[in-house]
C-alpha cells in the first residue's frame, strides 16, 4: 500500500499526518508532495524524515491512494494525471464536489456508494461534513423538508494567513491581511467570495453539498456563514423543518446512537458543544436541541466540530481507510 499526501507542508497537510499517526493507517510507503519552494525539504512522521517529493515525482510513484489537500487549482490541474497511472484521488479542496461524474463522500453516510471506478473522489466542505452527519438520521426518520443554518466558523478554515494576522492584531503589530476587516474581537459575515445571488460560496457550499450528499434535491437549505475570531472549531446553529412530527427525547436518543455523533445536552447541568472541547476530536457534537415553538414539525441544533479533523484531514483519511478495506483488500 502506498499513500502520496499533496499538500503535506499546510494546515491540513499536517493535521492529515497526525490523523494517520492516530489511526495507525496501515501502509508501505508514504510519499509527501508540497510546492516547488518545498521540494527537497524534510518532514517527520512518526519519528522517520521524509523528504518531500516534487509533483511529478509524486505522479510517477504510482501511489495507490493520494490525498489531496492543495487548493483547487491544484487538484484541477494535478488530480486527473494521478488518476491516469491508476492512483485514486481523495481532494479536499472544491474542484470536484459539484462535478456530476464525481461522488462526494462522508464515509459514515455514503461510502457505499463508492464503486472501483472512482478515481477522484470529492471530500466535502467542513462546515457540510458536521452539518450532514446530523441530519442524515433525521431525514432518515423524520423527512427533512427545509433547514436554515447560521455558522460561527474558525479562522483555520481560511488557513495559516488568518492565524498570523489574528495573532498580529493581539499582538498590536500590523501584517498581511486574510480578512478585509480586523477579525479580532470581531465577526465577519463573509466567509468565501460573494457570488451574484448574495451569498457567498461557503454558504452556497453548505446548500449544494448537502443536497447531493443526502441524495436528495427537494430539501431546502439556506445559509448565513460568520467568520468568527477562534483558532479551531466550528459552530452551527441549526433550525430542521420536517414532513412529520417528533419527539425532542427521540432525536436525542437517534442521534446518541449515530456513529460519530455525540450528543451534549443537558441545560441543567450547562451541557452543550463547545469549540473550545471539540479540538483534536474527530467526533461531530450536537446540543440545544429542542422544539421550535414558532413553528410544527421544527427542531433547533446547535452543532459543533473541529474544522480541520472531522472537517478535513478525518474524513479525508476515513475515505482511504474505506477504500483500503474494500477496493484494496488483501
Not at 472541547?277 to 466540530?305: E, M, P
Amino acid at each position: 500500500m502506498k499513500i502520496a499526501l499533496v499538500g503535506a507542508t499546510g494546515m491540513v497537510g499536517q493535521e492529515m499526518l497526525k490523523v494517520l499517526e492516530e489511526r495507525n493507517v496501515d501502509f508501505d510507503e508514504l510519499i509527501l508532495v508540497a510546492s516547488e519552494k518545498s521540494t527537497g525539504k524534510k518532514v517527520e512522521f512518526k519519528g522517520k524524515q521524509y523528504i518531500i517529493s516534487s509533483m511529478q515525482e509524486a505522479i510517477d510513484a504510482k501511489a495507490d491512494i493520494a490525498i489531496f489537500s492543495a487548493g483547487g487549482g491544484t487538484s484541477l490541474e494535478y488530480a486527473p494525471k494521478f488518476a491516469e497511472k491508476g492512483t485514486v484521488v481523495i481532494d479536499n479542496s472544491s474542484a470536484w464536489r459539484m462535478d456530476p461524474t464525481k461522488k462526494l463522500i462522508v464515509p459514515e453516510i455514503n461510502g457505499h456508494k463508492l464503486s472501483d471506478e472512482d478515481m477522484i473522489i470529492a471530500n466535502p466542505n467542513c462546515s457540510t461534513i458536521q452539518l450532514v452527519m446530523v441530519l442524515k438520521p433525521l431525514h432518515d426518520k423524520y423527512k427533512i423538508k427545509r433547514v436554515v443554518i447560521s455558522t460561527y466558523q474558525s479562522i483555520t478554515g481560511t488557513g495559516v494567513k488568518a492565524v498570523r494576522q489574528m495573532e498580529n492584531e493581539r499582538k498590536g503589530e500590523k501584517g498581511e491581511m486574510a480578512y478585509p476587516y480586523t477579525i479580532d474581537r470581531n465577526c465577519i459575515p463573509h466567509c468565501d467570495d460573494f457570488l451574484e445571488n448574495g451569498y457567498t460560496k461557503e454558504e452556497m457550499k453548505l446548500s449544494n453539498e448537502s443536497r447531493k450528499i443526502l441524495g436528495d434535491d427537494s430539501i431546502n437549505l439556506t445559509a448565513t456563514a460568520v467568520r468568527v475570531p477562534l483558532m479551531g472549531g466550528h459552530s452551527e446553529s441549526v433550525n430542521i423543518e420536517f414532513e412529520n412530527e417528533f419527539i425532542s427525547s427521540d432525536v436525542r436518543k437517534l442521534l446518541a446512537n449515530t456513529q460519530g455523533v455525540q450528543v451534549q445536552d443537558n441545560p441543567e447541568t450547562n451541557t452543550y458543544p463547545m469549540p473550545l472541547y471539540s479540538r483534536s476530536k474527530d467526533d461531530v457534537f450536537v446540543g440545544r436541541i429542542r422544539r421550535d415553538l414558532s413553528q410544527v414539525n421544527t427542531l433547533n441544533a446547535w452543532i459543533v466540530s473541529d474544522n480541520l479533523r472531522k472537517g478535513a484531514a478525518t474524513n479525508a483519511v476515513q475515505i482511504a481507510e474505506y477504500l483500503m478495506a474494500t477496493r484494496f483488500k488483501s
